[in-house]
């Protein structure tokens, strides 16, 4: 029963900390990761209200300390998904009948203990999980996964409002139901952020959720399910899971019950998810929501009146940072030959002074990619270049011998088509090809055409007529554009994330877009004064 309308104003972005020498939060920091480094913690899974152990254990390994044990997870199976799946639909009608505000002040108790109680404990688990410095650790794990929370909530109240008209003698109103069913949420690596908010903000909008994330990121996934149930997350309504790919959807996308996907991970998985529902489509109860965030292959061109400074720092943030494997990292760069030598001089002066190592050791840049699999897909590149069609400018070396270092790269391309100018690598590689600064048009055609994603891009130029027309030649080349800026760091309510083409579905989380995706209206008419006769006035005859 509503009592009231209660109100949820528009938060301010979380203050991002910054760790600095002698700072409390730096301190705080330090003594919390040597207590997660001193133990070897025993992750379940949990479905409904239980913690679920198996005999099949698998180990965790900070990327950039391979030999160190973080502890294990225990991994599960068809079963487990099975159970996930009826646990979820157990609870699935008293959660979506919670009133709102008790929905929404558990993630806001939520976001509370992330952004105090448990602060250096989710930075912390991100970066040894995950090999992220502090600062990266604090935007993701922190502030933004803080962001979501109460964002979403501020969006989730403005979306309940937004009610039809009525006429005299009539009132008309829009239920935002959850979905019929239980929702999937697939979540990847790279931002604890990401693989929080994929499961909340369904759950927000009273789903039921089975939960995957990738194995790499387990060690913050079961930090912030903990967080979740402290804040008061009924058992069920999330259901955190640990299984195989192919297992999972096998037994999630052949369910009467499945009622959507939440995803972000590769283009290929995504296009097997989506070709998979489809076949299966006869089968489920509703149409299912399909959403996801794919992959990137994200630009940033520079015309002949951009200051090469800006350049040169958004390449060195916007490809380096957390080693290039954000979904955003700029891996191909345009510039215009009048500029093109002092940009590559000073930027390779740059790469030489970022240190790579352990994120425990606060003056690093960076640290390591994140497993044996993706290292050896980025060496596989770089032995490749033999300096005929492109050369290495900078960096370059790889070393797993401690961990799973590959030093920042820059690759020179004479050749816009160069397979390093075209594919996704996901690692701390730049490729940059030098285009006649009088044909800047022409290069924004190769900008446009050469990759098969649209997630981010940049122009950086000082002409506003450069920019206008940059803006318009790229309308379609990414989601998110960046105006004299790195395409990196976009902020929840300030810049809604995602892309097209072979980026995904573009449904913007950190915005109302996502929300609507996971919710299903229901308009009700009401008549105070029904009619009693079915003829019409124009019936009669005089």
């Not at 270092?405 to 690759?411: A, L, N, R, S």
Request: proline residues 4%; aromatic residues 10%.
């Amino acid at each position: 029963m509503s009592l009231g309308y209660f109100s949820y104003p528009i938060p301010a972005n979380e203050p991002v900390l910054n760790y600095a020498p002698g700072s409390m939060e730096r301190a705080t920091l330090k003594r919390v990761l040597a207590e997660l480094k001193k133990e070897e913690i025993d992750i379940p899974m949990y479905i409904g209200a239980e913690e679920v152990r198996t005999n099949n254990k698998r180990s965790l390994h900070p990327p950039h300390e391979r030999a160190h044990t973080l502890g294990f997870f225990h991994f599960g199976d068809e079963q487990h998904v099975k159970q996930a799946i009826d646990a979820a639909l157990k609870v699935k009608e008293t959660w979506s009948n919670t009133s709102w505000e008790t929905r929404a002040h558990i993630f806001l108790k939520a976001a509370d203990l992330i952004a105090t109680k448990y602060r250096a404990h989710m930075n912390g688990t991100t970066m040894l999980g995950q090999s992220k410095t502090a600062y990266q650790a604090e935007i993701d794990s922190a502030c933004e996964l803080i962001d979501f929370l109460r964002f979403n909530v501020y969006f989730l109240t403005e979306i309940y409002k937004q009610q039809p008209i009525s006429s005299p003698g009539m009132h008309n109103r829009t239920e935002w139901r959850a979905l019929e069913g239980f929702v999937l949420a697939v979540t990847p690596f790279n931002f604890t952020a990401i693989a929080g908010n994929l499961p909340a903000s369904a759950a927000m909008c009273g789903n039921v959720v089975v939960w995957k994330p990738a194995d790499s990121q387990v060690y913050a996934a079961q930090m912030f399910m903990r967080i979740m149930k402290e804040a008061g997350l009924p058992d069920g309504v999330i259901n955190l899971v640990y299984v195989e790919g192919a297992v999972l959807g096998d037994v999630c996308f052949s369910h009467p019950d499945f009622a959507g996907v939440h995803f972000t991970g590769s283009t290929a998985v995504f296009n097997n998810m989506w070709k998979t529902i489809g076949q299966n489509i006869n089968k489920y109860k509703g149409y299912p929501r399909i959403v996801g965030e794919t992959g990137g292959k994200d630009f940033v061109v520079a015309h002949k009146t951009a200051d090469v400074d800006v350049v040169v720092t958004a390449l060195a943030r916007g490809a380096f940072e957390y080693q290039g494997q954000k979904c955003s990292a700029a891996s191909r760069a345009y510039l215009p030959s009048n500029l093109a030598e002092e940009i590559k001089h000073k930027l390779v002066a740059e790469v030489k002074t970022m240190k790579m190592g352990s994120v425990e050791d606060f003056t690093n840049f960076m640290g390591a990619v994140i497993d044996e699999k993706s290292f050896d897909k980025i060496k596989g590149y770089l032995d490749n270049i033999d300096g005929t069609k492109a050369k290495i400018l900078v960096g370059g070396k790889c070393d797993k011998t401690t961990g799973y270092f590959v030093e920042p790269t820059i690759i020179e391309t004479d050749d816009p088509l160069y397979a390093t100018m075209c594919e996704e690598i996901f690692g701390p590689v730049l490729t940059i090809y030098t285009y006649d600064a009088d044909k800047f048009e022409e290069a924004l055609q190769f900008v446009d055409s050469t990759s098969p994603y649209a997630l981010t891009g940049a122009i950086i130029s000082q002409d506003r007529a450069a920019v206008e027309l940059a803006t318009q030649k790229l309308r379609h080349s990414a989601g998110n554009f960046y105006i004299n800026d790195k395409p990196t760091g976009a902020v929840v309510g300030q810049q809604p994330f995602g892309g097209g083409r072979a980026s995904g579905t573009n449904d913007k989380a950190g915005s109302m877009i996502n929300l609507y995706r996971w919710l299903s209206a229901r308009t009700i008419k009401e008549t105070f004064n029904p009619a009693t006769d079915y003829r019409y006035s124009f019936l009669q005859e005089s």
